[in-house]
Each structure stands twice: as C-alpha cells, then as structure tokens.
C-alpha cells in the first residue's frame, strides 16, 4: 500500500511546480490545518478545470430543459464571463424578468473556451440573437497569456458560428476598469491586468469588425467611462464587475442593441 501524501508534500510541489524546478527533499514546516484544506480545494478546483477547460458542464442540464422557440419569440442568448453571469443575481435586478433571454456567462472565462462551448450554449439554443460580451479575462491572461489578435479570432469565430447558423450578432464592448477601490486598506489595481489601452484597442477592433460585417455594436464602455478613463465609481464594487446601478446602466443599452440587431441593421 502506498503511503499517503502529507500536505506539507503538497506544498513543496506546488512551490517547485510554480518556480520550473526539481524539488530536493529538504525539511519544510507542516501547514496548518486552514492551509492544508484551501490546498485540497485548489487542487480539486484545477482537477475538475483539467477534465472539462470549457465547462460544457456548466449548463448542460440547463440546457436539455430548453425547448424549441414559439413561432414569434425573440430568444436571445447572452454569451459572456462573470459579468454575464452575475446578471442573474436577484440583487442586481435579475436577468431581464419576462424575457425570453438566456444567460450563459461563466464567471472567469476566456474567448476560447466560449468557441468550444458555442455550439451547445448558442446555437443548439436556436436564438434569434447572440449578444457576447468577452475578452477581458483574455486581457487579464486567465488562460495563459495571449494577444489581441488571438482574441479577435475567436470573436470572429463565434461571429461566423451564428451567422452560419442564421444567428443575429451583438459585439458587446468591454467595460472601463477602475483603481479607486480599496479593500482591507489596499488599492485594488485593476489595470495591473487589463490596461485600458488594450482594452479600448479590442473595443475598436469589434466596432470596425462590426460595422464592416452587419453587426450591431454595443457601446457599454462609453456609458460607464468618467474623465480619467475609469469605470465610475459609483457603478461598481471592486473596479471590475458591475454593481446594481452599473447594471441599470447596461440593462437599457443591451435591450437597445438587441431591438437594432432583430431590426436588421
């Protein structure tokens, strides 16, 4: 029988994964109780991420409930990151009450797994529309580390997916970060990862993408962006994700976006 290892092994492997070298046995201190369990839940959180990358787990069950559209419905899927997916909390006014939309954010992701799962989360869905909003997880390097070209060529593959499939498009902008938060007395620096020159150079690249393709731009940065190209204060929590009236902002917006795409602009 093999014996079991210690926390403390684990700790040394993390380390030595993390640095590209050879661990050599050496006396290390053992981890405390807290530790060892937020390492097992690390672990277990990057085994589950290494059986299913895209998450196609995610809402497969969601999904199998989903029926075919009624003759006159305008479904429309929103296909997104954690601020698509927070949408859905009760506390940041709900995902569209009464409308047939359907939100399939997934808090984290990148471009490229949103193109692995596009094809069960949008097009199996049958939507009139897509409405994606991406890529500043790609920005942030939640991934890897990666280019702007690379994440124009996974928008423009998910675009090319729905047209394929008769599928209206939305490029959503992404929003503004901010650095005016602070938590536990530090400054939260959100454009550490996501510098705003990036990420108004891929907002500019969906807008050409868009108007030279038939697709409607949708325009959130412009509407939460203060004088010093931050997202505003007063709409979010933490510099990233909006809070409920950043979603009161961008509720009326995406509802516009959707209208002019159903329209045929």
Known sequence: MSKPILCSQIVLWLAFAASGQTPTPSPTPSPSPSECTDIRTRLTQAETKLKDWPALSRYHDD?????????????????????????????????FPGKPYINRGISGQTTPQM?????????????????ILAGTNDIAGNTGPTTLEAIEDNLTAMAELAKLHKIRVVFASLLPISDYEVRNGQPIIQSVKR??????????????????????YLDYFSAMVDDKGFLKDELSNDGLHPNPAGYAVMNPLAEAAIAASLKGK
């Open 63 to 95: 999904n199998a409930k989903v029926v075919e559209p009624a003759k006159n419905e305008q479904r429309v899927v929103f296909m997104g990151d954690s601020i698509t997916d927070s949408w859905d909390n009760p506390s940041n006014g709900g995902f």
């Open 115 to 131: 193109v692995i799962r596009f094809r069960r989360d949008v097009i199996a869905l049958k939507p009139k529309v897509v409405l």
């Open 195 to 216: 510098p705003p020159d990036k990420i108004k150079a891929l907002n500019g690249w969906m807008k050409s993408y868009a108007d030279a393709n038939g697709l409607v």
